[in-house]
């Protein structure tokens, strides 16, 4: 696999995003999110999805690359800070396979 391969460069910044658990906030932007707390990671998530929703609505296809990035980073942040990994979700995204999204609509709704 090479150093670009998604998986790769997810893993790879998921390990990092671990490590700046004990980093110094005055020189880690990671380390001072976490040190900003819970609500202010979530806050920074919510930005970035409506950033990338604009860029998405405005089509400029470098705009929606750059903001898909800022807000995948920040999720995997909100993700480490809650004590989870992208396994985690990908192990509740495998458990959806083979389920409609309308059929899990219908057993949902009364
Ligand atoms: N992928 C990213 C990444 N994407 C975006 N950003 C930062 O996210 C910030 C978002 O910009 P904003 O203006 O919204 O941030 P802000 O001004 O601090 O926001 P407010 O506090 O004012 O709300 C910018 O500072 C970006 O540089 C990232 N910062 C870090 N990474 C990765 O995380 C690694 C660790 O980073 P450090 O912890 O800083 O070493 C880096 O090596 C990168 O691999």
New binding site residues.
């Given amino acids: 696999m090479s150093d670009t391969d998604t998986l790769t460069v997810l893993h790879r ?1 998921s390990d ?1 995003l671990k490590q ?1 658990r004990t ?1 110094d906030p005055e020189k ?4 001072r999110l976490y040190s900003r707390g819970t609500a202010k990671i979530a806050q ?1 998530v919510g ?1 970035e999805a409506v950033e990338l929703a604009i860029a998405a609505v405005q089509g400029d296809r470098d705009d929606i690359r750059g903001e898909a ?2 807000l995948l ?1 920040h999720l995997m942040v909100l993700l480490e800070d809650a004590d989870l990994g992208l396994d985690d979700v990908a192990a509740e995204l495998a458990a959806r396979e083979n389920l409609s999204g309308l059929e899990e609509k219908r057993r949902r709704t009364p």
């Fill in positions: 910044l990092l700046r980093a880690s932007y990671v380390a920074k930005e990035a800022d980073f």
